[in-house]
């Protein structure tokens, strides 16, 4: 079985990201503009990486990752190589709520207004996940999550 990963990074450009992914992952990192499925090594992960507006703009989308590689640990060493932040959804289902992946391994989470565009979202106006914010406190979808408000947890990655 494999799994579908989407990240978002701060201003990395596209062709830095894809010798990073396959260095975080120990993976050929195949393009998904150059992938053919009938010679593509059965190691290799498909990749497609492209620019958005808003913050958070170059998008990432890795198809046919190994489930036996974990998200937070490949998108810790990701943020490490790449000395950029990177983003992830979180597990509160919140469009607007994502976990904040610095380049020392620690993750936050923390909270975008989103815009829909014909570009696709757009994110702004970041702001930590914090008990300060009265949207996220009491019966806030934040307390649902693994990941509460104020929380910081290392990725084990950044070794």
Known sequence: MTELWNWRIDRAAPV?????LAEAIGRVVMPLAIADPARLPAYAVVCDVWEAPGEFGTMVDCYGVPESLNEHTSVAALARLLRRNCLLADDTLDAGRHLLVA???T???VHF??????DGEVLTSQRLCTLAHPGCRGWSRCHRSKWAPDSINPALAAA
Do not use: K, L, Q, S
């Open 103 to 105: 380049p020392d391994g």
């Open 113 to 118: 207004e989103v815009t829909e565009t014909d």
């Open 16 to 20: 830095d990201v894809y010798p990073a």
């Open 107 to 109: 993750i936050r989470p």
